[in-house]
């Protein structure tokens, strides 16, 4: 295991619930890219990341949750970010346009322009940003990226791909369902876009109560309840590290759900 003390510190966004998603989907493999602006590193007087550096990745309590290492730095003006770049940032943008919009209005955003020391600061095409991208080294913190992951897997729109929720099935993946009939990975990506939350404008997840535990290195036990259209419902999910070269090699998620049962709440059982 890395000295992972030593790193200096990797933060995406600032801390709140735009950092909670972005770490989540580092943690679950969605997120490789970010782009920041150049003015940044100049405000501060920061040198530009390098290839081959590696850095601790913080979460909004500013607790470092994995290991990332730096791939690829370019710095190029806005109107130069391509698609393949928006879409490896990982947030769901599937067009530059709309990746750009979401972009302005958090650099418009009265924290980054505090941060700038500008109340006025805009971007336009010519504005120089650092392209950068990066790779998982090391999960620090198993529990938060499984949580990470059942929370991404209850996303409408990752339930609705197959490739999305495919990232996030263990190869030797099965489910219990609420029937009681035993799933397999390909029979559950087969039917899940068909399944009763598995359309992108889909029922969305009321999520409660999640906990987890590491039960021996490379697995962790969640257990938490949900509620989607007046259902309640108990689950249970095993997660395991996925191994160390599967990642580079087919693009899976570093920690992976291994078994999942879901189990129907009647109604007035506490």
Do not use: C, I, N
């Not at 943690?27 to 890219?33: E, R």
């Not at 259209?229 to 759900?257: E, I, N, V, Y």
């Amino acid at each position: 295991m890395s000295d992972h003390l030593d790193l200096p510190p990797y933060e995406l966004g600032f801390p709140g619930p735009l950092r909670d998603r972005l770490v989540a989907a580092v943690l679950t493999g969605a997120k490789t890219a970010t782009t920041g602006l150049l003015a940044e590193y100049e405000r501060e007087g920061e040198p530009l990341p390098a290839a081959g550096t590696r850095s601790a990745l913080l979460d909004s309590a500013g607790r470092p949750v994995a290991v990332v290492e730096v791939t690829r730095v370019r710095v190029v003006p806005l109107a130069d970010v391509d698609l393949r770049h928006a879409v490896d940032e990982g947030e769901g943008h599937r067009t530059v346009a709309q990746w750009r919009r979401a972009h302005e209005a958090f650099w418009h955003g009265d924290a980054m322009r505090a941060a700038l020391g500008d109340p006025g600061f805009t971007v336009d095409d010519t504005t120089p940003v650092v392209a950068e991208r990066f790779r998982v080294v090391e999960v620090l913190d198993p529990v938060a990226a499984a949580v990470a992951g059942e929370l991404r897997l209850l996303e409408p729109a990752v339930r609705a791909s197959r490739e999305q929720a495919g990232r996030l099935l263990d190869p030797e993946f099965t489910e219990v369902g609420r029937s009681g009939r035993r799933w397999t990975r390909d029979e559950m990506l087969a039917a899940l876009p068909e399944m009763d939350g598995g359309a992108a404008d889909g029922p969305v997840y009321e999520v409660s109560g999640m906990a987890g535990v590491v039960l021996a290195p490379g697995v962790v036990h969640l257990t938490y309840e949900t509620v989607a259209d007046g259902r309640r419902t108990r689950r249970s999910s095993l997660w395991r590290a996925a191994a160390p070269d599967a990642a580079p090699r087919d693009g899976a998620a570093p920690w992976r759900l291994y078994h999942h049962q879901g189990t129907p709440v009647p109604e007035g059982v506490a």
